[in-house]
């Protein structure tokens, strides 16, 4: 059973900087995609990034793309999110996911973790 678990959130001002990590356990993930999300209070869960296990090719969301950069780790089984240069806007509940690369919807997820940006 595939379990993912998040960390790294916390509170930063504005215009600074945050790691958050994705462990994932519990197969082989050479076929998956993983995948960021988040959701603010009020609003729907929206896309922000991912990444395909085998190939490490990356898409975002307009609003981060020049801002925050996902990446894996094979050895360690994370897919990490670099997030720069953040806005209050960027607060959200985190969420990684993941799904089969065949599949058009992620199926499994994390339990979120908390990102507050001040202003």
């Known amino acids: 059973q595939v379990q993912l678990v998040e960390s790294g959130g916390g509170l930063v001002q504005a215009g600074g900087s945050l790691r958050l990590s994705c462990a994932a356990s519990g197969r082989t993930f050479s076929s998956y995609a993983i995948g960021w999300f988040r959701q603010a209070p009020g609003k729907e869960r929206e896309f922000v990034a991912s990444?395909?296990?085998?190939?490490?090719?990356?898409i975002y969301t307009n609003s981060v793309k020049g801002r925050f950069t996902i990446s894996r780790d094979i050895a360690k089984n994370t897919v990490d999110l670099q997030m720069n240069s953040l806005k209050p806007e960027d607060t959200a509940v985190y969420y990684c996911?993941?799904?089969?690369?065949?599949?058009?919807?992620?199926?499994?997820w994390g339990q979120g973790t908390q990102v507050t940006v001040s202003s």
């Open positions: 990444i395909t296990w085998r190939s490490g090719n990356s």
């Open positions: 996911a993941a799904r089969s690369e065949i599949a058009s919807r992620y199926d499994n």
